[in-house]
């Protein structure tokens, strides 16, 4: 099994970027995705997730209306489209996987760093 994230970067306040996760090793189609996000000294953070049909999705409240969560079942990819950054959106960003009728996320991604600067 394997989760790569890969997008991240510098960006500016204001500015977009967008992350993506190729997954590999499981039945994509069937999980449900997620990225979450860890800042220096903060613990691990929600940021949004999509079932594994990509119509049922959820935003952490800070993220809605500038975050899009969205996925690609036939490329084994989730997206996440990040506009209007801000500095506190600086931190290393996670994507995860849950299998059908599970609790839990089982597979994490590596992590991608996202700095975003004044």
């Known amino acids: 099994v394997q989760l790569q994230a890969s997008g991240g970067g510098l960006e500016q306040a204001g500015g977009s970027l967008r992350l993506s996760c190729a997954a590999s090793?499981?039945?994509?189609?069937?999980?449900?995705m997620a990225w979450f996000r860890q800042a220096p000294g903060k613990d691990r953070q929600f940021v949004a997730s999509?079932?594994?049909?990509?119509?049922?999705?959820y935003y952490a409240d800070s993220m809605k209306g500038r975050f899009t969560i969205s996925r690609d079942n036939a490329k084994y990819t989730v997206y996440l489209q990040m506009n209007d950054l801000k500095l506190e959106d600086t931190a290393v960003y996670y994507c995860?996987?849950?299998?059908?009728?599970?609790?839990?996320?089982?597979?994490w991604g590596q992590g991608t760093q996202v700095t975003v600067s004044s």
């Open positions: 090793g499981f039945t994509f189609s069937t999980y449900t």
């Open positions: 995860a996987a849950k299998p059908p009728q599970a609790g839990d996320y089982i597979y």
């Open positions: 999509i079932n594994w049909r990509g119509v049922t999705l």
